[in-house]
């Protein structure tokens, strides 16, 4: 199972570090992603990393705000955000990419990805 969180109530131009941690298993050797849901909003693509940590994918509204890592001596990853904007509020979860047992294919579809954890609320205020 995973659990998200890190979540929480910033000013515009602030940041947050999101975790994610993995419980009853162990994801080290798969790739992982994490997304966000806004109210009203599709399930949308944020970051992704693969198994080994080597390669990092973004969309391009964080890129350069957003660094996902990870510590798979922990089980967990991480998403360090900065420079927060209001458009970044919602929901953000974390998940494992299907069938990427030691891949260097990074998927950005949601449905890509299982063993969603349930989610941490971020808000960002103007």
């Known amino acids: 199972q995973l659990q998200a969180c890190g979540g929480g109530l910033v000013q515009a131009g602030g940041s947050l570090r999101l975790s994610c941690v993995a419980s009853?298993?162990?994801?080290?050797?798969?790739?992982m992603g994490w997304f966000r849901r806004a109210p009203g909003k599709e399930r949308e693509f944020v970051a992704a990393?693969?198994?080994?940590?080597?390669?990092?994918y973004y969309a391009d509204s964080v890129k350069g705000r957003f660094t996902i890592s990870r510590d798979n001596a922990k089980n967990t990853v991480s998403l360090q955000m900065f420079s927060l904007k209001p458009e970044d509020t919602a929901a953000y979860y974390c998940?494992?990419?299907?069938?990427?047992?030691?891949?260097?294919?990074?998927?950005?579809?949601?449905?890509?990805?299982?063993?969603w954890g349930q989610g941490t609320e971020v808000t960002v205020s103007s």
């Open positions: 998940a494992v990419q299907k069938g990427s047992f030691q891949s260097n294919y990074v998927r950005r579809m949601a449905y890509e990805y299982h063993y």
């Open positions: 009853g298993g162990t994801f080290s050797m798969y790739n």
């Open positions: 990393i693969t198994w080994s940590g080597r390669s990092t």
